[in-house]
């Protein structure tokens, strides 16, 4: 989960579950906020741990690629409006990039700052079940990158798992983040990665034996 401050008004990048709706009450309590501050709110893809707390922002306009509205209850879909209404909410003065990467879910997406050069990234690449070192949760070592890449090297060794793991779809989208000028890699879980985020990418890519 991410948020901060745009232009005085508050964003926020995915949920997690419902079931841990009070953490999320806590937190901001914390902050001297509420989670009814919140004006917008975008979802990288429409699993429940990245949208279960969205009912929470009472005011937010919430936004999810409209190939993931199938995932949502029939209450969320009323509440969620397709991303492309927030790409022209700001194209008069545009901080971020809406890029549509269709792997993790049909409708995955990242999004990218262009101010702060980060890139939210959702579970196209995440650090799941890999703990954070020495609660650092920003990561600059190798041991981690190394370890993500040899996770992917299996997956694209297995028998069939081109097709069966969509690994067309994968690597294609990290050829088109590559095209972005990244310090920050914020991942769906885990640790966000900083520095050398486009030599990382470039490493993975260079994996595809497909290519």
Known sequence: MYFYDFNGRLLFIDSGKSKNKDLLI???NLLGLSTSDIAWFLATHGHKDHI??????????????EDDFDLL????????I???KFNEKFKKNYKYKIIHLGHHTEGSIAIYDKELKVL?????ICFFGFPIPEDNLVYQGKELREKQKHL???VVEKPNSYKENNLKKFFEGLIEIKKYDIKYLCTGHGVILKDKI??????????NIYN
């Open 26 to 28: 806590n937190t901001f």
């Open 52 to 65: 279960g707390g969205a009912k929470l922002f009472t005011n937010a306009e919430k936004f999810i690629h």
């Open 73 to 80: 209850s029939s209450e969320s879909k009323l509440d969620f």
């Open 82 to 84: 397709d991303v492309k």
């Open 120 to 124: 939210f990234i959702g579970d196209h």
């Open 152 to 154: 992917i090297k299996e």
């Open 198 to 207: 486009d030599e990382f990418i470039k490493e993975i890519i260079s994996l």
